[in-house]
């Protein structure tokens, strides 16, 4: 037990630390995917030092996605353009303050748009596309698709 609550103490305090990192941002630096200047829109830091546009990693990530996480990040992107086109219509600015909520129909309990965005961040952001998990379980996958294959062959000859 003693073992276990030691463990537990230290793992929170891992988490606290982190929560307190931040990083520098040079605004020469690019995207890690497109190699635009990153700061044009919003963007995401990884410890590792990779840095991408929220749309780029949107696309580097999505492919790769569990069906389930797939369908989940359809729903919150779904609601999260609700919440923008409602917060428009009452001609209300996009960024909602902290506390307001916006009803998202029925079955569905009033959302805070800022939770629907921290759930979009964790299946999107949870690791760097380029160093994480991710690429680690595509290692087996063709640079090429089967179907673009035989073009591009003909192409080198």
Known sequence: ??????????????????????????SQEKCAACDFPLLNRSFYLFLCGHMFHYDCLLQEVTPHLSAYKHNRLE??????????????????????????????????????????ISDIDDIVASECAYCGELMIKSIDKPFIDSHRFEEEKSSWL
């Open 75 to 116: 729903e919150l992107q779904k609601k999260l353009s609700a919440t923008t086109q409602s917060s428009r219509s009452r001609h209300r600015p996009a960024a909602k303050e902290e506390g307001d909520t916006v009803s998202l129909g029925k079955g569905s309990a009033a959302t805070t748009r800022e939770q629907i």
């Open 1 to 26: 037990m003693e073992e276990a609550t030691e463990s537990a103490r230290r793992i929170r305090g891992d988490i606290q630390e982190m929560r307190n990192k931040y990083g520098v941002v040079d």
